[in-house]
């Protein structure tokens, strides 16, 4: 499995009066998706909302995800659990529902020792053959992966195989090509940092840009991977005012804003997550008509 | 409702081959801490490891916890949920169990706003009658309330009526204190501030202290309500190293490692949290020496 | 040498038009400052624009201020300085003048490491008699002394014979108490934590609060000897608000601001330092009538 | 004046018995950077040790290294001073001097408003007419300079013409660019962000690297420049690990270490600087071999 270029991060849509899960529209965003040529697509990550999902749901998104996307690309599932026991179901359903490949991001409530990381997924590991993609987002899951433990991660547990890192840190970056000299393969999931990331050497980036921008992420990576630097930063500061406003106002609400403004009708997010005000709404009109504009 | 003195934080027991709730150890343990003379009893909370209960676990230890404590002193339950319609059954629940006060964490995975906090707490508080301990814990939560918000949500919400701090902060008590003229009764939750949250005029400490310590935290309440600084710092200062090494350790693994210690069987935390270490139960030991040796 | 309770700081007062150092205005402030009671006078602090002198001016300022408290209660003067020799250089000048007690903070520019510190510190303990009061200000210094390293600096180097600590963290206190079981002296120099550093077992407090409060400060330092916490508390939150304003404000500017207020002509902090603007001074007005108020 | 690439930042060379400046170990340094292929030589920066040099120091530095660099390249000084009246007065040294472009950094004690750093940068470029690069280095000097304030002294002043940042963050150098449409020439002087700042956008790299790697930072410039990026990363790879280290560990003390270890008798930093450990000479000398070899 050699996954590079943009893993874009579906949202779930909910219906506008139960907040039930919308299939309906989940097929049709997720088939936008696709439209924009994206590499592999990665439902129930932190914008889908995984943690708001009761597991009947969770499953229900999964199979669905699994099934509309239909092998034309990777699906890369996120099973993020407090719980090793639960994470490790989840695991499991993610197997035999034909992901082909978990992220798994340690979520914490008590701190977690280097030591009970590694033994969380160790057991995940255990109990699956699909290949892992270690998450670190302290700023969500409230635990933060050094990089030293993540490549002896990598080095010691066979179905390891890749991480994502949404610390926003290029630092981290290098220490996990100078670790392993390259062998490896890191994604970027901060959304502000993707020009630079591509620059250091990441194999892809993993966002939810696409729901909004189409194929402009996919342009930026083809800029960098041609060696265009020029036309890579015109492609990246074009973007980058959108990216930093759905990062900093949280990718479920403003996300979900800006599928709604695009036509989509994908609901709310869940509560207490609100949706975006109108306001934030105006403003994210704005920076959509900046990004998409030559 | 007046609370004043210590608030006692019980853990919940495991059994050691299957890791179900040991409702016989919870009982002992409950029972021993109302013979060290607490002020109420806070089940289900950080230390009560609520987080990494099944919802039909956590019914049965509060149902069993209301139980056992019979009215002897007053039952706070710890209700924390990511999303606002789990809190709110939660909440109902617990006033259906005959709980005397709920209190409420805002746990989050993506970070909330102002309004989506006061939110939150405005829905659950409309869904019951039990007073609100607003619990401000951003170590575990994620989402830090600004003691203007909590003011704010005191002022304008009929049932909220107290808050436990946790953040080690004094200058957050001196902010309550202030924006309400003494009128917000705040509680301390950061051990290692038992001693001056008291000067400071803090209502009472929320704390797992007694489990291991027996009577000193309340010895450390009444030497100070007396005004006896120098008997205050002495029975701090004997404490103190204890209780950061709780705080440190983490409570669910150093305070089930103090009580197997002290005889009471009560498991392990539940996974990915994992049990202290041979050098760690050591060095708790030679703390518990240290602190209730004359 | 036994220093307890109030350690009163002067600013440098300047001439309006030449921003030259004003003697007489000195001379009124310190005598102003002793009429208050304080227990000691630390003159060329931070609050004194120390770093913002020449060295001729230093000089003076040194010389004249001990001149003018002639005896009646120790001088503990600042002798902060970014280099080894030129700190030696001071050393040397302070116990030549007649100073009691010298006050060192080891300013940096880059980081430095525990053994620059620690030889910092002793080479200048080698050049004079004088005892050393080790000062913690990382806010201005750029510079954090842990709790491990001021002991140890303690415990080898004879004249080290206390510290100041204005981190405001109370945890620091309680580490020197538990770290030397109670030997080392150490005196708070965070204005908001006045109540509880005293609570906690600090010898005393540093502060430029008595030149805007008088005797409040004392009277703070008497209650909580007495036991008193109820009016320790009453004078606290009384006090508080200014406490915090200054602190927040910069102390040359709120203090100069308040003493010329006052009716003391101290002139204005030397630039880049600029003066209180009017809507600040309207503020600290307000704070000093409601600390002084009954 | 338009600078592009590589600007080098010389060390101040002391002799071995006395501390003095060793002006022949200057001029050797000088000449040696320039045969690197240097795009401008910038001394009495940081690395140059410029904070712990007497006024007459200064001035023989800076009047010997414009001597010494003869108009080969631009000559940026470090005039950074604490207060207002004596960073006039290096500034218009600075002028008489020769030099093309003066480094202006405000180091604090007490913190600044944003009002006191306009007025404070306002105030030297009113006294000169050189080009001033506005100086951002919050771990040295203690004050932070917002991407908006630099941008707006950039717009008003008329001789401030760009802005080198050492946080490291390459947000800042994001909205350096987008708050100017690209108008603002910036540097970065961060160095382990060397490769991802040229991809960027930033004009040039700050960096004492030349002083260790000779020509090898330039080659990283060239090519970023030529858009082969795999080259460039290459390149970078082989020199962070060394740049890293210098960072860490303090630029005077480990450039000057490896200047020793060159054949370059350039002295120790001064005190409370220390000279390497043998530990960390061992350390460089195999990051040099790393760095150095093909």
């Given at each position: 499995m050699k996954l590079n270029g943009i893993i874009a991060y579906p949202i779930t849509p909910f219906k506008a009066d139960s907040q039930e899960v919308d299939f309906d529209a989940l097929s049709i965003t997720l088939n936008t998706l696709l439209e924009h040529d994206c590499d592999a697509i990665a439902p129930l990550g932190s914008a889908g909302e995984s943690a708001y999902l009761s597991w009947e749901e969770w499953q229900k998104v999964a199979e669905k995800s699994i099934e509309i996307v239909n092998h034309r690309v990777p699906v890369i599932l996120g099973i993020s659990e407090l719980t090793t026991n639960m994470a490790i179901q989840k695991a499991k359903k993610a197997e035999e529902l034909g992901a082909d490949v978990i992220m798994v991001l340690p979520i914490s409530y008590w701190k977690l020792t280097d030591q009970e990381i590694y033994d969380y997924y160790q057991e995940i590991a255990a109990a699956t053959k699909l290949p892992i993609m270690v998450y670190n987002n302290p700023?969500?899951?409230g635990v933060d992966l050094s990089p030293e433990l993540i490549v002896r991660m990598f080095q010691d547990?066979?179905?390891?195989?890749m991480v994502k890192d949404s610390t926003g840190d290029i630092q981290r970056m290098h220490k996990f090509h100078e670790l392993t000299q390259g062998q490896l393969p890191f994604y970027n999931g901060c959304n502000p940092l993707a020009l630079e990331a591509f620059c250091a050497g990441a194999s892809g980036w993993c966002t939810v840009a696409p729901n909004l921008l189409g194929k402009l992420p996919r342009q930026l990576y083809q800029a960098t991977n041609a060696g265009d630097l020029a036309q890579a930063q015109k492609l990246f500061y074009k973007q980058l005012p959108l990216l930093r406003f759905i990062v900093q106002g949280g990718l479920p609400k403003t996300v979900k804003a800006g599928l709604n403004e695009l036509g989509?009708?994908?609901g709310a997010p869940r509560k207490p997550l609100q949706s975006a005000s109108p306001s934030e709404i105006h403003q994210l009109k704005s920076l959509l008509k900046f990004a998409t504009t030559a």
């Open positions: 700023a969500t899951s547990i066979e179905n390891i195989s989509f009708s994908v």
